[in-house]
């Protein structure tokens, strides 16, 4: 397995627009785009910071994983995503070593691409996104 760059940052907010008032207002990031994960019961904003991205995440249930985290922990921090070469292949190396995950099987993610998450309990108390 090969990290190759680290793909986007989330931060986790009740509202899009609301968060979008400070990234877009006092730091100067712009929407590339937004998208609905209806698989994961969210919508996304991607605003672009030079090769990563900063991925605004709001909860569209409150069922969620999401919206349950939201709950518990208020906005913040929510995960971050590495880009690697494969996504199959870094599914069976995790698998492998006994790494726990969130998913038996890649999801879809933003743009449609597979993905995959990573425990916290696995991964140092914070939540790890793998993307093709
Ligand atoms: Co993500």
Avoid: Y
Avoid at 8 to 24: K, N, R, S, T, Y
Avoid at 53 to 80: C, K, N, W, Y
């Amino acid at each position: 397995m090969r990290l190759l760059r680290v793909d986007h940052i989330a931060i986790v907010v009740p509202d899009i627009e609301e968060g979008l008032g400070f990234w877009q207002t006092a730091l100067g990031l712009s929407v590339d785009h937004r998208e609905e994960l209806p698989e994961q019961e969210t919508i996304v904003a991607m605003l672009p910071v030079g090769a990563t991205e900063l991925e605004l995440v709001q909860p569209t249930a409150d069922t969620s994983g999401m919206a349950r985290f939201l709950a518990r922990r208020g906005p913040g921090l929510h995960h971050i995503c590495f880009k690697v070469e494969n996504i199959e292949t870094t599914l069976a190396e995790l698998k492998a070593r006994g790494i726990r995950l969130i998913h038996d099987e890649p999801i879809a993610g933003a743009g449609g691409r597979k993905v995959i998450f990573v425990h916290p309990k696995s991964a140092c108390g914070v939540l790890v996104e793998l993307v093709e």
